[in-house]
């Protein structure tokens, strides 16, 4: 059994070692390099699309850009997707394939790339994406309503999903498996790269930057998550909530991590379906 004792938990009853391991995805989930391999593969056939816009820079920064998939329909809603990889890892290029799901309902998609840690602290990457919603929203040209944008992401990219919500643009929010309070965080390997300080752990919570203005949210988790994940979206949606926000968590039995996407992927899916409702007028 490890030793918990009191001298050495730093958080919710777990050690370092143990707080580690309570956000450690890849190693959760065994076959975790696969399910990366199978999305890069399907991403390569979905990005060979003639009208994919593919690459185009929001700002003067290397991965300060983003992908464009149109359902053909013209004043669509768009869908701005943001990638997770705890704020250290992954392209917007390994997440092509989920554009499929929400064209074939009449939803835009596009993947909004940003700088990684720790090349940016946290905060400079909170503000490139604002950044990239702020320049779709102005964007002249692509067939999607800019009046009817709205923004999700997968672990890391729910946590900048829900941290931007408040931005002008958004009109709903959709976090996947996303991180709402960076606390732990600091307290665990993730900060290494990340260094966070007492500042950005409050200011770039979203637990902690909750208002009565933000949009709807759907809060999206697997029943086969991190303890600690789920924990953390349930948390976020009961002060959501608490705080009378149009707020709801839906958890999807049988999903983990990484398959959760698949709920994205498929025109039928879950997560395509919640937010087809969401991007109801």
């Not at 919603?133 to 990219?157: C, E, K, M």
Request: hydrophobic share 40%; proline share 7%.
């Amino acid at each position: 059994m490890p030793d918990t004792t009191a001298s050495q938990i730093v958080y919710r009853g777990m050690t370092r070692a143990l707080l580690d391991d309570a956000y450690n995805n890849s190693k959760a989930v065994a076959d975790s390099p696969q399910w990366l391999v199978k999305w890069v593969q399907r991403s390569a056939e979905a990005r060979r699309r003639s009208d994919a816009v593919l690459d185009k820079a929001y700002g003067p920064r290397e991965r300060q850009c983003f992908d464009y998939f149109p359902s053909g329909h013209a004043g669509a809603p768009l869908f701005v997707f943001i990638h997770g990889g705890y704020w250290v890892r992954n392209v917007i290029s390994m997440f092509s394939f989920l554009a499929e799901g929400p064209n074939a309902r009449g939803i835009d998609f596009a993947a909004l790339g940003y700088t990684l840690a720790p090349q940016a602290r946290l905060d400079e990457i909170v503000d490139e994406i604002r950044h990239g919603l702020t320049h779709l929203q102005d964007a002249i040209g692509p067939g999607y309503d800019p009046n009817r944008i709205y923004v999700g992401g997968w672990s890391a990219g729910g946590h900048l999903a829900a941290i931007t919500a408040g931005h002008p643009a958004v009109r709903g929010t959709m976090p996947i498996s996303g991180i709402f309070d960076l606390e732990p965080l600091s307290l665990n390997y993730l900060n290494d790269p990340l260094q966070l300080t007492p500042d950005e752990i409050r200011d770039l919570s979203p637990q902690h930057q909750l208002r009565a203005s933000l949009p709807p949210m759907r809060i999206m988790s697997g029943g086969n998550e991190l303890p600690e994940l789920q924990r953390q979206s349930a948390d976020y949606a009961r002060a959501a909530q608490a705080a009378g926000l149009d707020a709801k968590l839906y958890v999807l039995p049988g999903h983990h991590h990484y398959s959760i996407l698949d709920e994205l992927a498929k025109a039928d899916g879950i997560l395509t379906q919640t937010l087809v409702e969401l991007c109801r007028p």
